[in-house]
């Protein structure tokens, strides 16, 4: 045998290994792979008002709220819109909440408009009014457990930067599963903690952010949301969440806090 | 010159130089070929360590790709650990060929033909067909 001859059948086995060894992507929250999904983190959105003298069934609800939200910590972000209701002037009242909840309310069947009014990842589910704590919180919880088992075709890294006096979230969103997905909106909350009893989360601005029109299964997008005025809001947090592009159905939320 | 032709002429130049000399030493068989077995033994052993140690790794770099949890994280520990793994099969597949190789060397090296400069062995007894007769006797060769 010629010393050649076995030489080629190796240097021929090597081209050959080199080309195969295809490693699974089998990491569960990996895009890329088929099968990949992450915990539905459920937005709960509370459109309430604490103005005086505001009946006590808005305490109630937020009351409740906050317990769900101690027992849920990491399933679960809570936002609180107030929003004037009759002669009640609510000092957190925002244009925007006013716009939001009427979507929300039109979308519904049962269009009664009424504080305390909780939207479950948009209009997913609705709990409106308060009897008593304990009753909220336990039609609160009756409507998040139906969703809260759910997982989500969805992540998303939140980031933002600050430019003069107004707040720009970034997010990086990842389209999981085998799935892809159209007319995707993205978009921002700015909320505050304030030094009150039960005003952890006030909505101080929002952005209507981003439409997606088109995202494949593993595919990742990186998106600049239009500007939120900070107008001097303190122990601030930023709630993002993935929806339709209408904005009624929310699919993914998620909450950062500003520094 | 071939090489066969060279081994004889160098064969008997030893044998020649022994009797007309004394110096030396008689040369009575001479393998025609060997192949380098213990070469591609220790060449073989060098690659299977290798396999073994870029297998290691390769669990290494996998376990990272899997308990990657960031979004800028799963391409790069992905395609790392993919290059392991594709070393790991390289270096398996080449301890294999030389192994089979080795193997291959050595049959080759226990089965080669080997020029002889002295007569044959025979036994003390032996008996042979001359085409219309037989011969038979005792023949030893000092």
Redesign the interface.
């Given at each position: 045998?010629s010393p050649s001859r076995?030489a080629a059948?190796?240097i021929l086995?090597?081209l050959?290994?080199?080309g195969?060894?295809?490693?699974a992507?089998?990491?569960a929250?990996?895009?890329?792979n088929p099968d990949s999904s992450r915990p539905l983190t459920v937005l709960l959105e509370a459109f309430v008002n604490t103005g005086a003298p505001a009946p006590e069934y808005n305490r109630f609800m937020l009351q409740a709220l906050d317990s769900l939200e101690s027992l849920y910590a990491d399933r679960i972000e809570v936002v609180h819109y107030h929003r004037n209701a009759g002669s009640v002037q609510d000092p957190h009242h925002l244009i925007e909440n006013e716009i939001l909840y009427d979507r929300y309310v039109g979308a519904m069947h049962s269009g009664v408009k009424g504080v305390p009014d909780v939207f479950i990842n948009g209009t997913t589910a609705r709990v409106q009014g308060a009897s008593s704590v304990e009753t909220a919180f336990r039609r609160l919880q009756e409507a998040l457990l139906g969703v809260l088992s759910r997982s989500s075709p969805w992540?998303m890294?939140a980031g933002y930067s600050l430019d003069d006096g107004k707040i720009v979230p970034e997010v990086?969103l990842?389209r999981l599963g085998r799935e892809e997905a159209t007319d995707i909106r993205v978009r921002a909350v700015l909320t505050s903690r304030l030094n009150q009893p039960l005003a952890g989360h006030v909505v101080k601005g929002s952005s209507q952010g981003a439409v997606i029109d088109r995202l494949e299964a593993g595919e990742?997008s990186t998106l600049r949301l239009p500007e939120i005025p900070l107008n001097g809001t303190t122990n601030a947090e930023l709630i993002l969440c993935v929806t339709d592009r209408d904005g009624l159905h929310v699919e993914q939320s998620q909450s950062m806090p500003i520094r | 010159m071939n090489a066969p032709l060279e081994k004889m002429t160098s064969l008997l130049a030893s044998n020649i130089h022994y009797q007309l000399t004394g110096s030396g030493r008689p040369v009575d068989r001479m393998r025609l070929h060997r192949y380098p077995a213990a070469v591609c033994l220790a060449g073989t052993s060098v690659l299977a360590a290798s396999a073994l140690a870029a297998h290691l790794a390769f669990l290494d770099r996998r376990s990272e790709y899997r308990d990657a949890a960031r979004l800028e994280d799963f391409d790069p520990l992905h395609e790392r650990a993919e290059r392991t793994l594709r070393l790991r099969n390289g270096l398996s597949i080449a301890s294999g060929i030389g192994l089979v190789l080795s193997g291959f060397f050595l049959y080759q090296n226990s089965h080669a033909d080997e020029i002889t400069a002295c007569e044959p062995r025979v036994v003390p007894y032996a008996f042979a067909w001359g085409g219309r007769t037989w011969t038979a006797g005792i023949h030893v060769s000092f």
């Amino acid at each position: 045998m010629s010393p050649s001859r076995p030489a080629a059948v190796c240097i021929l086995a090597l081209l050959a290994a080199s080309g195969c060894g295809d490693l699974a992507r089998d990491n569960a929250l990996d895009p890329k792979n088929p099968d990949s999904s992450r915990p539905l983190t459920v937005l709960l959105e509370a459109f309430v008002n604490t103005g005086a003298p505001a009946p006590e069934y808005n305490r109630f609800m937020l009351q409740a709220l906050d317990s769900l939200e101690s027992l849920y910590a990491d399933r679960i972000e809570v936002v609180h819109y107030h929003r004037n209701a009759g002669s009640v002037q609510d000092p957190h009242h925002l244009i925007e909440n006013e716009i939001l909840y009427d979507r929300y309310v039109g979308a519904m069947h049962s269009g009664v408009k009424g504080v305390p009014d909780v939207f479950i990842n948009g209009t997913t589910a609705r709990v409106q009014g308060a009897s008593s704590v304990e009753t909220a919180f336990r039609r609160l919880q009756e409507a998040l457990l139906g969703v809260l088992s759910r997982s989500s075709p969805w992540t998303m890294e939140a980031g933002y930067s600050l430019d003069d006096g107004k707040i720009v979230p970034e997010v990086v969103l990842a389209r999981l599963g085998r799935e892809e997905a159209t007319d995707i909106r993205v978009r921002a909350v700015l909320t505050s903690r304030l030094n009150q009893p039960l005003a952890g989360h006030v909505v101080k601005g929002s952005s209507q952010g981003a439409v997606i029109d088109r995202l494949e299964a593993g595919e990742s997008s990186t998106l600049r949301l239009p500007e939120i005025p900070l107008n001097g809001t303190t122990n601030a947090e930023l709630i993002l969440c993935v929806t339709d592009r209408d904005g009624l159905h929310v699919e993914q939320s998620q909450s950062m806090p500003i520094r | 010159m071939n090489a066969p032709l060279e081994k004889m002429t160098s064969l008997l130049a030893s044998n020649i130089h022994y009797q007309l000399t004394g110096s030396g030493r008689p040369v009575d068989r001479m393998r025609l070929h060997r192949y380098p077995a213990a070469v591609c033994l220790a060449g073989t052993s060098v690659l299977a360590a290798s396999a073994l140690a870029a297998h290691l790794a390769f669990l290494d770099r996998r376990s990272e790709y899997r308990d990657a949890a960031r979004l800028e994280d799963f391409d790069p520990l992905h395609e790392r650990a993919e290059r392991t793994l594709r070393l790991r099969n390289g270096l398996s597949i080449a301890s294999g060929i030389g192994l089979v190789l080795s193997g291959f060397f050595l049959y080759q090296n226990s089965h080669a033909d080997e020029i002889t400069a002295c007569e044959p062995r025979v036994v003390p007894y032996a008996f042979a067909w001359g085409g219309r007769t037989w011969t038979a006797g005792i023949h030893v060769s000092f």
